[in-house]
């Protein structure tokens, strides 16, 4: 009896350890007016293609993206975004809330650099905005990655699903450029 319970208090002291070591990703949810607020450049871009490798020991994705709109900021014809994760040989490195892309998709990023000259989404999937034609109407729509990945609203205390979803294209562009006006007091 002595023994099996050692061994029940060994199997739940590795579990208790094992459960300690693994941490989730918490996205606090942001409105599209603060993201605007914030992010020192925000483009529409169609993915080039994408490369991953090693640095300081994590694995990293770099996206290359060609720029066809800059709704805030400057920026070159090009740029890359570097986001943690990937798969290098065998080996795979996953975060929740990290976007990936592919090539050919076009997509609105609200963009922090880093220290490296290149780019990080900011707030990763509510950053992100995948830009789809509507075969119906012709209009060109954006959905935000969030609106299927729940996101901490720190209001309700609550994790929910929420985000932009099927958004004319030129209404969401509308609703950055008020709030890129509203946050320079109306001077832009």
Same mark, same amino acid.
């Given at each position: 009896?002595? $023994?099996?319970?050692?061994?029940?208090?060994?199997?739940?002291?590795?579990?208790?350890?094992?459960?300690?070591?693994?941490?989730?990703?918490?996205?606090?949810?942001?409105?599209?007016?603060? &993201?605007? %607020?914030?992010?020192?450049?925000?483009?529409?871009?169609?993915?080039?293609?994408?490369?991953?490798?090693?640095?300081?020991?994590?694995?990293?994705?770099?996206?290359?993206?060609?720029?066809?709109?800059?709704?805030?900021?400057?920026?070159?014809?090009?740029?890359?975004?570097?986001?943690?994760?990937?798969?290098?040989?065998?080996?795979?490195?996953?975060?929740?809330?990290?976007? $990936?892309?592919?090539?050919?998709?076009?997509?609105?990023?609200?963009?922090?650099?880093?220290?490296?000259?290149?780019?990080?989404?900011?707030?990763?999937?509510?950053?992100?905005?995948?830009?789809?034609?509507? &075969?119906?109407?012709?209009?060109?729509?954006?959905? %935000?990655?969030?609106?299927?990945?729940?996101?901490?609203?720190?209001?309700?205390?609550?994790?929910?699903?929420?985000?932009?979803?099927?958004?004319?294209?030129?209404?969401?562009?509308?609703?950055?450029?008020?709030?890129?006006?509203?946050?320079?007091?109306?001077?832009?």
């Amino acid at each position: 009896m002595k $023994r099996r319970l050692g061994f029940i208090s060994c199997g739940a002291a590795l579990l208790l350890a094992i459960s300690g070591a693994t941490t989730a990703t918490t996205l606090a949810r942001m409105s599209l007016a603060h &993201m605007s %607020q914030i992010a020192p450049l925000i483009v529409r871009a169609t993915c080039l293609g994408n490369s991953t490798g090693w640095d300081a020991g994590e694995i990293w994705t770099l996206t290359t993206f060609t720029v066809q709109e800059v709704w805030r900021g400057s920026s070159s014809a090009q740029i890359t975004v570097r986001l943690l994760g990937g798969r290098v040989g065998n080996l795979t490195s996953s975060v929740s809330g990290i976007p $990936r892309f592919r090539s050919g998709e076009e997509v609105v990023l609200f963009l922090e650099p880093t220290p490296r000259g290149d780019f990080t989404v900011l707030s990763w999937e509510q950053g992100t905005f995948r830009v789809r034609r509507d &075969m119906a109407t012709g209009q060109d729509t954006a959905t %935000q990655d969030t609106a299927s990945f729940a996101t901490f609203d720190s209001a309700t205390h609550r994790y929910e699903p929420t985000g932009i979803r099927n958004l004319p294209l030129e209404t969401f562009h509308a609703r950055v450029d008020a709030a890129l006006r509203a946050g320079a007091g109306g001077k832009q």
